[in-house]
C-alpha cells in the first residue's frame, strides 16, 4: 500500500522504447489512477497509447521505472507470479480485442475469466449475465450462439463484456467506441461512468471527443511525454496526475535487449547486398550440407560457414545463439527418441525393453547440432533478405521455368504474401497470448499436457484470424484486377546485380556440400 493506506494505480518515470527504434515511445512518464476516477488519454496515432495501457497493466516490459497497482509493484523483469497477482488488479480490454475469442459460446467466452479465478459456477453465471448487461446483451438471448457469429460491433460488446467479467479494481479500454453504433456507445459509456461512481479506477485511450464527457481528466501523449489536455466539460488539474518530464540532454534510455534473431533488419553489410536468388541458392546448398555431413571435419566446417555468414551480416552473436530456442523441446525429443532407438556402441542403460547406448546418443547429439546450425544459418538469410527481396529471388530462379508455359509470377506471388504473413501471423500470437493472460490463463504450468491445452485459447483465434485475413486479402486482389491481364508480367521494385562477390557465395556453398560428401 501507498504511504497512509491510500490505493491507486501509477507508473512512475516509466520509459518505454521499442527494439531498434529512433526514440522512446515513452519517456519518464508517471500518472496515477485512483478509485473513482476516470481518465482520458488522448493522442496521434503511434503516439503512444497502447503502449501505456500495456504497461499499465503488466502486459509490457519497461525498460526503467515501475508501476504499481495498490501496493503491487512491477519493475523491469517481473516474475510470473508478480504478473498474476498483478492482473487480478488491472483488466485490459485491447485495441482489437475481439480477436481473442476461441470459446464455442458467448456464456464460455466471457465465462473464461472468471473460471481462470475459480470461481463458482453460480458466481460465474452472474458475472457472466452482469457484463454482458452491462454492454446492452441479454445472456438468456446471445448466451448460446457463437461469438463468431455477430457482427464486428456486437463482437468488440462481447469482448468489453469479457475483461468486465474479471471485476478488477482497474479498468483499461483502448478504442473501447470503436465500431459501435449510437446505441451501444451511449450504453458503455453510461456503464463505464456506472462502474466509476461505484469506485473503480478507468483509464480510456480514444479518438473520440464523446469519450470526455465522462472524463474527470484527460491527457493527450506526445513526443513520448504526458501532457494536460483540455477539452470541453474537462477539468484538468494536477491532483492524481503527474505530466511527464522530458528526458536530460544526452540521456537516452536504454532500448529493450529483446531482438528476435531472424526478422529483417535493414542493413549494409556484404551478406545485405548478396543478390536475393544467390542467397536462396547458397542456403539451399547450407542446409544439403548440413544434412549429409557425417565427419567431424564437414560439420566442422559447416559450423564455421554459419558463423563466417552470421559475422558477415553484422549481426549480433548472442541473439544468433538463441535462434534455435524456441525449437529446444522438439531437439530435445529428437536427441531422446534417438537414444533409446539406435542401439550402437556401448550400453550405457538398461531398463527393462529400454536402452540407452553410447552410439544412440551420439546420433541424437549429431542430429540436434545439424538442426540448430540449419536454423542459424536460415535465420541469418531472413534477417538479412526483406520478404519482398526473398520473392524477388524466387521469381529469377523460376523465371526459366516460364518458357515451359509454367506461371512463374504465381507462384512468386504466393511466395511473398507466405513469407509476409509469418511475421505478422508471430506477431499475432503474441498478442492473442497477451490478451488471455490479461484474463488470467497460465502457459507455465509444469505439466506438458497442461501446457498445451493451455495454447488451445491461443491457437484457436489465431487460426481463425489467419483464415478470415487470407479471406480479406484474396477478396482485395480479385478487386484490384489480380489476373484479369494474364499477359503482364510481375515487375520488381528495385533492381538487382550480380556480381563477383555472388559467384564467390555459390562457389563457397559449392566447396561445402563437396566437403560434407567427402
Same mark, same amino acid.
Not at 200 to 227: E, N, Y
Not at 388 to 409: E, K, N
Given at each position: 500500500?501507498r504511504?497512509?493506506?491510500?490505493?491507486?494505480?501509477?507508473?512512475?518515470?516509466?520509459?518505454?522504447?521499442?527494439?531498434?527504434?529512433?526514440?522512446?515511445?515513452?519517456?519518464r512518464?508517471?500518472?496515477?489512477?485512483?478509485p473513482?476516477?476516470?481518465?482520458?488519454?488522448?493522442?496521434?496515432?503511434?503516439?503512444?497509447?497502447?503502449?501505456?495501457?500495456?504497461?499499465?497493466?503488466?502486459?509490457?516490459?519497461?525498460?526503467?521505472?515501475?508501476?504499481?497497482?495498490?501496493?503491487?509493484?512491477?519493475?523491469?523483469?517481473?516474475?510470473?507470479?508478480?504478473?498474476?497477482?498483478?492482473?487480478?488488479?488491472?483488466a485490459?480490454?485491447? @485495441?482489437?480485442?475481439?480477436?481473442?475469442?476461441?470459446?464455442?459460446?458467448?456464456?464460455d467466452?466471457?465465462?473464461?475469466?472468471?473460471r481462470?479465478?475459480?470461481?463458482?459456477?453460480?458466481?460465474?453465471?452472474?458475472?457472466?449475465?452482469?457484463?454482458?448487461?452491462?454492454?446492452?446483451?441479454?445472456?438468456?438471448?446471445?448466451?448460446?450462439?457463437?461469438?463468431?457469429?455477430?457482427?464486428?460491433?456486437?463482437?468488440?460488446?462481447?469482448?468489453?463484456?469479457?475483461?468486465?467479467?474479471?471485476?478488477?479494481?482497474?479498468?483499461?479500454?483502448?478504442?473501447?467506441?470503436?465500431?459501435?453504433?449510437p446505441?451501444?456507445?451511449?450504453?458503455?459509456?453510461e456503464?463505464?461512468?456506472q462502474?466509476?461512481?461505484q469506485?473503480?479506477?478507468?483509464?480510456?485511450?480514444?479518438?473520440?471527443?464523446?469519450?470526455?464527457?465522462?472524463?474527470?481528466?484527460?491527457?493527450?501523449? @506526445?513526443?513520448?511525454?504526458?501532457?494536460p @489536455?483540455?477539452?470541453?466539460?474537462?477539468?484538468?488539474?494536477?491532483?492524481?496526475?503527474?505530466?511527464?518530464?522530458p528526458?536530460?540532454?544526452?540521456?537516452?534510455?536504454?532500448?529493450?535487449?529483446?531482438?528476435?534473431f531472424g526478422?529483417?533488419?535493414?542493413?549494409?553489410?556484404?551478406?545485405?547486398?548478396?543478390?536475393?536468388?544467390?542467397k536462396?541458392?547458397?542456403?539451399?546448398?547450407?542446409?544439403?550440407?548440413?544434412?549429409?555431413?557425417?565427419?567431424?571435419?564437414?560439420?566442422?566446417?559447416?559450423?564455421?560457414?554459419?558463423?563466417?555468414?552470421?559475422?558477415?551480416?553484422?549481426?549480433?552473436?548472442r541473439?544468433?545463439?538463441?535462434?534455435?530456442?524456441?525449437?529446444?523441446?522438439?531437439?530435445?525429443?529428437v536427441?531422446?527418441?534417438?537414444?533409446?532407438f539406435?542401439?550402437?556402441g556401448?550400453?550405457?542403460?538398461?531398463?527393462?525393453?529400454?536402452?540407452?547406448?553410447?552410439g544412440?546418443?551420439l546420433?541424437?547429439?549429431?542430429?540436434?547440432?545439424?538442426?540448430?546450425?540449419?536454423?542459424?544459418?536460415?535465420?541469418?538469410?531472413?534477417?538479412?533478405?526483406?520478404?519482398t527481396?526473398?520473392?524477388?529471388?524466387?521469381?529469377?530462379?523460376?523465371?526459366?521455368?516460364?518458357?515451359?508455359?509454367l506461371?512463374?509470377?504465381?507462384?512468386?506471388?504466393?511466395i511473398?504474401?507466405?513469407?509476409?504473413f509469418?511475421?505478422v501471423?508471430?506477431e499475432?500470437?503474441?498478442?492473442?497470448?497477451?490478451?488471455?493472460?490479461?484474463r488470467?490463463?497460465?502457459?507455465?504450468?509444469?505439466?506438458?499436457?497442461?501446457?498445451?491445452?493451455?495454447?488451445?485459447?491461443?491457437?484457436?483465434?489465431?487460426?481463425s484470424n489467419?483464415?478470415?485475413?487470407?479471406?480479406?486479402?484474396?477478396?482485395?486482389?480479385?478487386?484490384?484486377?489480380?489476373?484479369a491481364?494474364?499477359?503482364?508480367?510481375?515487375?520488381?521494385?528495385?533492381?538487382?546485380?550480380?556480381?563477383?562477390?555472388?559467384?564467390?557465395?555459390?562457389?563457397?556453398?559449392?566447396?561445402?556440400?563437396?566437403?560434407?560428401?567427402?
Amino acid at each position: 500500500m501507498r504511504p497512509g493506506g491510500t490505493v491507486s494505480l501509477t507508473c512512475s518515470n516509466i520509459t518505454v522504447r521499442y527494439p531498434e527504434a529512433d526514440a522512446c515511445t515513452l519517456s519518464r512518464v508517471s500518472l496515477e489512477i485512483r478509485p473513482g476516477s476516470v481518465i482520458g488519454i488522448a493522442g496521434t496515432s503511434g503516439s503512444g497509447k497502447s503502449t501505456l495501457l500495456r504497461a499499465l497493466a503488466g502486459a509490457l516490459a519497461v525498460q526503467a521505472g515501475s508501476v504499481v497497482a495498490d501496493g503491487t509493484a512491477l519493475g523491469t523483469h517481473p516474475t510470473a507470479d508478480e504478473l498474476r497477482t498483478y492482473r487480478k488488479t488491472v483488466a485490459l480490454v485491447q @485495441q482489437r480485442p475481439e480477436q481473442q475469442f476461441f470459446a464455442a459460446t458467448v456464456f464460455d467466452e466471457v465465462a473464461f475469466g472468471p473460471r481462470n479465478l475459480g470461481l463458482d459456477e453460480a458466481e460465474v453465471k452472474r458475472r457472466v449475465g452482469t457484463s454482458l448487461a452491462s454492454v446492452g446483451f441479454d445472456l438468456a438471448a446471445i448466451g448460446d450462439t457463437s461469438p463468431f457469429a455477430h457482427s464486428g460491433g456486437e463482437q468488440r460488446r462481447i469482448a468489453v463484456a469479457d475483461m468486465l467479467a474479471l471485476e478488477t479494481p482497474y479498468l483499461l479500454l483502448d478504442e473501447p467506441s470503436a465500431g459501435l453504433d449510437p446505441r451501444a456507445h451511449r450504453l458503455l459509456l453510461e456503464r463505464l461512468a456506472q462502474l466509476a461512481r461505484q469506485g473503480r479506477g478507468i483509464v480510456i485511450a480514444t479518438h473520440d471527443s464523446r469519450v470526455a464527457s465522462i472524463c474527470d481528466k484527460a491527457f493527450r501523449l @506526445q513526443d513520448g511525454m504526458l501532457l494536460p @489536455q483540455s477539452s470541453e466539460g474537462i477539468q484538468v488539474t494536477s491532483v492524481g496526475v503527474t505530466a511527464a518530464r522530458p528526458v536530460e540532454t544526452g540521456h537516452t534510455p536504454p532500448a529493450s535487449k529483446a531482438v528476435s534473431f531472424g526478422i529483417f533488419r535493414p542493413g549494409s553489410s556484404l551478406v545485405h547486398l548478396l543478390h536475393p536468388a544467390t542467397k536462396l541458392v547458397f542456403c539451399m546448398l547450407f542446409m544439403i550440407a548440413g544434412f549429409i555431413a557425417q565427419q567431424p571435419g564437414a560439420l566442422a566446417a559447416v559450423a564455421l560457414t554459419a558463423f563466417a555468414s552470421l559475422a558477415a551480416s553484422g549481426s549480433s552473436m548472442r541473439q544468433a545463439l538463441r535462434a534455435p530456442r524456441p525449437f529446444r523441446w522438439l531437439m530435445g525429443f529428437v536427441l531422446v527418441f534417438n537414444a533409446l532407438f539406435t542401439a550402437s556402441g556401448t550400453l550405457l542403460l538398461q531398463a527393462g525393453p529400454v536402452q540407452i547406448t553410447s552410439g544412440g546418443l551420439l546420433f541424437g547429439a549429431l542430429c540436434v547440432l545439424r538442426f540448430a546450425l540449419i536454423m542459424l544459418g536460415t535465420s541469418t538469410l531472413m534477417a538479412t533478405t526483406s520478404p519482398t527481396a526473398l520473392a524477388d529471388g524466387a521469381a529469377a530462379l523460376l523465371r526459366p521455368l516460364a518458357r515451359f508455359g509454367l506461371r512463374t509470377d504465381d507462384a512468386t506471388v504466393a511466395i511473398q504474401l507466405t513469407l509476409r504473413f509469418v511475421p505478422v501471423l508471430i506477431e499475432e500470437f503474441n498478442r492473442i497470448k497477451a490478451a488471455q493472460e490479461a484474463r488470467l490463463a497460465r502457459f507455465d504450468s509444469p505439466s506438458p499436457l497442461q501446457r498445451a491445452r493451455a495454447f488451445i485459447p491461443v491457437i484457436t483465434p489465431l487460426f481463425s484470424n489467419a483464415l478470415r485475413r487470407s479471406d480479406t486479402l484474396a477478396l482485395a486482389m480479385v478487386n484490384r484486377e489480380y489476373g484479369a491481364h494474364p499477359a503482364v508480367s510481375r515487375t520488381c521494385l528495385r533492381s538487382y546485380r550480380f556480381d563477383r562477390a555472388d559467384l564467390a557465395v555459390l562457389a563457397l556453398g559449392c566447396c561445402i556440400v563437396a566437403i560434407a560428401l567427402l
